[in-house]
């Protein structure tokens, strides 16, 4: 989403504090890259230059990380997109924000609850306990063309043996759905079409995307298998690490412009109540309809 700045390497959004692995840092040419692909850079670089992936010019490479200052202004652009403050919601009376909510559907340990944790908290924790009921987030807030949007999370339990017994209303009533596989594990990715076949039951009009999480350990999954899997059901696909906090905001980013877009589609579709529809006569059908007439008043 061209809205939202991001890594002109990685294409993952910047992320909000200068301790994230996606903070952006300055080159010296003054171009901003994001930590982890800096870090990258310096890495591989074998001489005292590189070039800058945005203005193409050779700068000197500085070994110690620490030595980039952080772009602040880039970090302060995220925090005014992203988990906006209840504060300035409302505080902004002309604003009010549009509610959402999103379900997630996948196996149990795929990483659907790290993955709104990390949203929601800015942290990662790898001991959450498996979830046993419906558990519904607090607000998420996000800023987008304007209009602020308040995200509801829906966090699914993925036992199998439970899917069946899954509240469908709150599949019915969900505005947008992930569904989450781990890559690194084949029985996950198996099971996407138990997953799928399960909301298309509830939700004929699908608005999802497909994440492959857990991008940072050794993958079971390739990724253009995923991919067919995501364009034969129609829905984009993204690979995320809660861990790393990569591609997770993103992730909702996306999801949240193809709910808006959803939206938009079934406004237009609907023909407002205080219109009657209108038909399209041909000009003989009106003879026709003329002539039957003044033959009835003429008998």
């Known amino acids: 989403m061209d809205e939202y700045p991001s890594c002109p390497i990685c294409f993952d959004f910047y992320g909000i504090e200068q301790t ?40 000197k490479i500085y070994k110690n990380l620490d030595d ?46 790290s993955i709104f944790a990390r949203l929601l908290t800015e942290k990662f924790e790898g001991n959450y306990k498996s979830t ?54 084949q029985d996950s990715f198996i099971n996407l079409e138990k997953w799928y076949t399960l909301y298309k039951n509830q939700k004929e009009n699908v608005v999802g995307i497909l994440i492959g999480n857990k991008c940072d350990n050794e993958r079971q999954v390739e990724y253009n298998t995923a991919k067919k899997f995501a364009e034969e059901h129609d829905l984009k696909y993204l690979e995320t690490s809660a861990k790393l906090d990569k591609n997770v905001k993103k992730a909702i980013a996306t999801l949240l412009e193809q709910i808006i877009e959803s939206q938009k589609k079934l406004y237009i579709n609907i023909t407002p109540l205080n219109k009657s529809p209108s038909f399209n006569i041909s000009k003989e059908k009106q003879k026709e309809k003329k002539g039957c007439c003044s033959r009835s008043k003429k008998k």
Do not use: W
Request: with cysteine.
């Open 20 to 59: 994230h692995i996606k903070a952006p840092k300055v080159l010296t040419c003054g171009d901003s890259l994001c930590k982890e692909c800096l870090a990258g850079i310096i890495k591989k670089s074998q001489t005292d230059f590189i070039l800058c992936p945005i203005c193409q010019k050779e700068e």
């Open 132 to 185: 046993l009921t419906v558990e519904i987030s607090t607000p998420y807030y996000v800023k987008y063309k304007k209009n602020k949007y308040e995200l509801f999370f829906y966090d699914t339990f993925g036992q199998e043996k439970m899917s069946s017994i899954l509240p469908k209303n709150y599949l019915r009533e969900s505005d947008g759905v992930f569904f989450i596989f781990d890559i690194s594990n």
């Open 68 to 113: 980039y200052i952080t772009n602040k202004e880039l970090i302060r652009l995220m925090n005014a997109y992203f988990n906006i403050s209840k504060k300035d919601i409302d505080n902004d009376d002309e604003n009010k924000p549009i509610s959402y909510k999103i379900i997630t559907l996948g196996d149990s340990g795929v990483g659907k609850t």
